[in-house]
């Protein structure tokens, strides 16, 4: 309350009481409109757009694309063991960063 006051004051400096309930009223007015579009769009977007995208991706569910029975189809075998590709990432990751340090050491300061 103390802020908004202290607020109110500096712009009266500058404005008269006239001009600046003018101004808020006509920013409270644009805040409302604002307030008022976005709530219809929001409002079309759930009547309309979301039901049709649902539509949509049930249709797609039941097309040919995922009436898969043999599920095999997608089976991937993994050759590589994970504790072998983790520590190969650890080691790559320390050989470059002892790299950067060889190579900020050449350069020298500056």
Same mark, same amino acid.
């Given at each position: 309350?103390?802020?908004?006051?202290?607020?109110?004051?500096?712009?009266?400096?500058?404005?008269?009481?006239?001009?600046?309930?003018?101004? &808020?009223?006509?920013?409270? #007015? /644009?805040? +409302?409109?604002?307030?008022?579009?976005?709530? +219809?769009?929001?409002? #079309?977007?759930? #009547?309309?757009?979301?039901?049709? /995208?649902?539509? @949509?991706?049930?249709?797609?569910? %039941? !097309?040919?694309?995922? +009436?898969?029975?043999?599920? !095999?189809?997608?089976?991937?075998?993994?050759?590589?063991?994970?504790?072998?590709?983790?520590?190969?990432?650890? &080691?790559?990751? @320390?050989? &470059?960063?002892? /790299? #950067? /340090?060889?190579? %900020?050491?050449?350069?020298?300061?500056?």
């Amino acid at each position: 309350l103390v802020w908004s006051q202290f607020c109110f004051f500096v712009v009266s400096l500058f404005f008269s009481k006239r001009q600046v309930y003018t101004m &808020a009223e006509t920013h409270e #007015r /644009k805040l +409302q409109e604002f307030k008022d579009e976005f709530n +219809q769009e929001a409002e #079309r977007l759930l #009547r309309e757009c979301f039901p049709k /995208k649902i539509v @949509e991706l049930n249709d797609l569910l %039941r !097309s040919e694309m995922f +009436q898969v029975e043999d599920l !095999s189809v997608f089976h991937q075998t993994h050759t590589a063991p994970l504790d072998q590709t983790l520590d190969d990432m650890k &080691a790559a990751v @320390e050989t &470059a960063s002892k /790299k #950067r /340090k060889l190579e %900020r050491e050449c350069d020298g300061p500056g």
